[in-house]
């Protein structure tokens, strides 16, 4: 009881309204396990295969920010400046754009970018508030004005869809503008609800993969986006929600004490990075593990695994990227390849060969990879 009143009391103060349409819908609340596990997704995933991404003088990888994976090609942002078309199976690099300015096709600032898989195109949205569209060869074809800031974009069937307009401090997490790229028209779905919190942490408010998934700041439920709205299907009970008025505040004031504060008590102030294969909802917190939600059981897992097999990847290795191919992805960087050349064990044989032939060295461009879920018949 004590904890509902501890979520109910921090749902409050993230909002500016009692009056939120999209967390009025009804969701299932679910128990987090008081004790991690380190075994639940090696008996639920096997390894698919990995990326190596080719490394180049003019092609060096600095900060991954967003990866969508379609069929033979993966789209990967780096930094905020270049945006690279990567052959799935060989890691070639197959375009680039990282045109700098303020001209047509040119941009300051990448904020994220989406796939158009109907159409093959490349869309990037910059920080002159425009979508911007390219081909698969990296010619830009047009542009469109959005006009205003947002966090994070996706491409669904057609449609290109806007999360969490940004104003300062403040966002507005429960709203999603929404653009047709065929009719070129424009509508808005949500809540324009307020919420003044403006700490992020590693991964991603919004992932694209079975279905749209996002998650707010503050807020401990799990939304999804169908039949056009905006609902929350799942609620976690989280007895390390201990935000107060006090603490949300000093995430503006005094960042450096909020996460001294965070980091002292453990506590979870975020979800997010929430990827949907068929059997699971995989997603972090802002602290350490991995949760596993079981659709068919409708249960809550915490993983805190160790792959001690493969290279040491570990829950914090876990990078969501876009695209329904029923994976999980890790990302590793080079260094850690190179100095644990023996841990490949858990590689199948064909894959420790090929592993063993690429000669990565380690300032090499990071390398992806994927589990997938396993056959259940197995």
Not at 21 to 44: A, N, R
């Amino acid at each position: 009881m004590l904890k509902n009143i501890v979520l109910l009391s921090i749902l409050m103060l993230s909002s500016c309204s009692t009056d939120r349409k999209v967390s009025d819908k009804v969701s299932i609340m679910l128990d987090v396990p008081v004790s991690p596990i380190k075994t639940y997704f090696k008996e639920h995933f096997d390894f698919e295969s990995f990326i190596a991404i080719e490394t180049t003088d003019s092609f060096l990888v600095s900060d991954i920010k967003k990866i969508v994976r379609s069929d033979d090609n993966i789209l990967l942002l780096s930094g905020n400046r270049s945006v690279f078309l990567i052959d799935a199976h060989s890691g070639k690099l197959k375009v680039c754009i990282d045109k700098c300015g303020n001209g047509p096709g040119e941009s300051k600032r990448i904020i994220d970018i989406a796939f158009n898989e109907e159409l093959g195109q490349i869309l990037l949205y910059n920080d002159f508030y425009k979508l911007l569209v390219f081909d698969l060869k990296g010619d830009f074809l047009s542009e469109v004005k959005v006009g205003e800031m947002y966090e994070n974009v996706t491409c669904r069937r057609g449609e290109v869809l806007f999360y969490n307009k940004l104003n300062g401090y403040s966002c507005y997490p429960y709203m999603l503008k929404i653009y047709n790229l065929k009719n070129k028209t424009w509508r808005t779905v949500g809540d324009d609800i307020k919420i003044d919190f403006p700490i992020r942490s590693r991964g991603l408010q919004m992932v694209n993969s079975k279905r749209v998934w996002f998650n707010a700041p503050l807020d401990y439920k799990l939304y999804c986006f169908e039949d056009d709205t905006p609902a929350a299907h799942y609620q976690l009970d989280i007895s390390m929600a201990k935000l107060s008025d006090d603490l949300i505040k000093k995430s503006i004031s005094d960042p450096q004490t909020f996460f001294n504060e965070v980091s002292m008590g453990k506590i979870v102030y975020s979800l997010n990075s929430l990827r949907e294969t068929e059997n699971f909802l995989i997603f972090h917190s802002n602290q350490t593990g991995l949760f596993l939600f079981d659709k068919k059981e409708n249960k809550l897992y915490v993983d805190e695994f160790l792959m001690d097999d493969i290279f040491y990847i570990n829950s914090g290795d876990y990078y969501p990227h876009e695209g329904d191919d029923n994976s999980v992805m890790f990302l590793l960087t080079a260094d850690r390849w190179i100095n644990h050349p023996e841990l490949m064990s858990g590689l199948p044989t064909e894959w420790r060969n090929k592993a063993n032939a690429l000669n990565i060295k380690e300032d090499d461009n990071p390398i992806l990879f994927f589990f997938k879920e396993k056959n259940k018949l197995e």
